[in-house]
C-alpha cells in the first residue's frame, strides 16, 4: 500500500513538472518568474507572453492532462470488458463515428452548400465538436444495442470493428467527391491536436472531463468482477450484462468527448493501461484507475511538449508523436505474449 502511494505520488509530481515545462518551453522563451507572474495575474508583463501563456500554453496543458487521463482510462476499460491486452478506445468504431460526424461537417456540407461548414470560425469549430459527438454517440447507442443482443465479447468486437470499417468506407466515398481544400481540412483534424481547444470551450471541455472521470470510477468494483469470468462474475451476483453495457458507455463518452475536442489522439489509450499494470505490479483497478488516469496525463504532457519543441516549425502533429511511444509498447505486449505462448 506504501509503494502504492508513493508511486501516485511521484506521478502526481510529474505531472506537475511537465505541466510546468509546457508553460516555460516552446517557440518563445518565457522564464519561469514571468510565467508565475503572468499566472499570478501580474499585468505588467509583456501582452504577448500574457497571450502565450492564457491562450496557448495553459489551455493545451490543461486539455493534454484531462484528454490523455481520460484515453487511459477509456483504454483500461475496454481491455478489461474485453479481456483483451490490444483492445483500445476505438476497437468499437467509436472514434470512426466520430470521425464520419466530423466528415459531414467538413466534406459532405461543402459538397452540398458551396462552403464547408468548418470554415465558418467559431460557428465551424461548434458544429464540429457537435457533430463528432453525435457522431460518435450514435455508434456507440449502436453498439450498446447489439450488446443486449450477441452474448460474447469476441462478436461484439468484431462487429465494432466491422462498424469502424463502414464508418472510413463512407468517410473514403466524402473525401473522393469533395474539393481538396476540404479534404485537408478533415485530414488536419484527423492528426490530433491538443492546441484546438481555448477560452470557454476549454473550460467547458475540462468541467467535463472533470465529471466523467470520477463517474468513472465508479465502475471499480464491477471491473475487478468481470476480470474473473463471466461465469464466476455472475454466481457473485453481478448482472454481467448490465456491468459490461455500463463500462462500454463509459469508455464510449470518454473518447466520444475527446475526440470532440482533440480529434483522434491515438495510441494513448491503447499503450497506457501496460505501463500502469508494469509499474503498479497490480490487475485490482483500485490502484489501476487513478494510476491509469495520471499516467496518461503524463504521456499527453509530454507528447505535447514534443510537439511543440523549438526547432519545429509550427507543431507535430500530436498522433505522430503518440505513435513513437505507443508502437513500441503494443510491440512489447505482443513480444510477452509470444513468449507465454512458447513458454506453455
Known amino acids: 500500500m506504501r509503494r502504492t502511494l508513493s508511486m501516485i505520488l511521484i506521478l502526481i509530481v510529474a505531472i506537475v513538472a511537465l505541466a510546468i515545462v509546457n508553460l516555460l518551453i516552446g517557440?518563445?522563451?518565457?522564464?519561469?518568474?514571468?510565467?508565475?507572474?503572468i499566472l499570478l495575474g501580474d499585468t505588467s508583463e509583456s501582452e504577448i507572453w500574457q497571450n502565450i501563456i492564457?491562450?496557448?500554453?495553459?489551455?493545451?496543458?490543461l486539455t493534454a492532462i484531462v484528454a490523455g487521463a481520460g484515453l487511459a482510462v477509456s483504454g483500461l476499460q475496454m481491455q478489461t470488458v474485453f479481456r483483451n491486452p490490444l483492445a483500445g478506445p476505438s476497437v468499437l468504431g467509436i472514434s470512426n463515428g466520430s470521425a464520419l460526424g466530423v466528415a459531414f461537417v467538413v466534406l459532405l456540407s461543402g459538397r452540398i452548400g458551396g462552403v464547408a461548414l468548418s470554415r465558418l470560425g467559431y460557428l465551424g469549430d461548434a458544429a464540429m465538436s457537435v457533430a463528432a459527438i453525435l457522431g460518435a454517440l450514435?455508434?456507440?447507442?449502436?453498439?450498446?444495442?447489439?450488446?443486449?443482443?450477441?452474448?460474447?465479447?469476441?462478436?461484439?468486437?468484431?462487429?465494432?470493428?466491422?462498424?469502424?470499417?463502414?464508418?472510413?468506407?463512407?468517410?473514403?466515398?466524402?473525401?473522393?467527391?469533395?474539393?481538396?481544400?476540404?479534404?485537408?481540412?478533415?485530414?488536419?483534424?484527423?492528426?490530433?491536436?491538443?492546441?484546438?481547444?481555448?477560452?470557454d470551450e476549454m473550460i467547458l471541455f475540462v468541467v467535463l472531463m472533470c465529471i466523467l472521470l470520477p463517474l468513472a470510477c465508479l465502475l471499480v468494483k464491477p471491473m475487478n468482477i468481470l476480470l474473473l469470468g463471466d461465469r464466476y462474475a455472475a454466481n457473485l451476483g453481478l448482472n454481467v450484462k448490465q456491468a459490461r453495457m455500463l463500462v462500454i458507455v463509459s469508455s464510449g463518452v470518454l473518447v466520444a468527448i475527446v475526440t470532440a475536442y482533440c480529434g483522434p489522439i491515438m495510441f494513448i489509450g491503447l499503450a497506457v493501461p501496460h505501463l500502469a499494470r508494469a509499474l503498479f505490479r497490480t490487475s485490482d483497478h483500485r490502484v489501476l484507475m487513478p494510476g491509469t488516469a495520471l499516467f496518461g496525463a503524463i504521456l499527453a504532457l509530454l507528447c505535447n511538449l514534443i510537439a511543440?519543441?523549438?526547432?519545429?516549425e509550427g507543431a507535430l502533429p500530436v498522433n505522430s508523436v503518440t505513435a513513437l511511444v505507443g508502437a513500441p509498447v503494443i510491440a512489447a505486449v505482443l513480444f510477452g505474449r509470444r513468449k507465454d505462448d512458447v513458454g506453455e
Open 54 to 61: 492564457w491562450k496557448s500554453r495553459l489551455p493545451q496543458a
Open 138 to 199: 450514435a455508434v456507440m447507442l449502436l453498439i450498446v444495442w447489439i450488446s443486449q443482443k450477441v452474448k460474447g465479447n469476441v462478436t461484439l468486437l468484431i462487429i465494432g470493428v466491422m462498424i469502424g470499417y463502414l464508418a472510413n468506407a463512407i468517410i473514403g466515398v466524402l473525401k473522393f467527391l469533395s474539393p481538396e481544400e476540404d479534404v485537408k481540412a478533415f485530414v488536419v483534424w484527423g492528426l490530433g491536436s491538443f492546441s484546438r481547444v481555448s477560452g
Open 27 to 37: 517557440s518563445v522563451h518565457i522564464p519561469l518568474k514571468n510565467v508565475c507572474q
Open 308 to 312: 511543440r519543441m523549438p526547432g519545429f
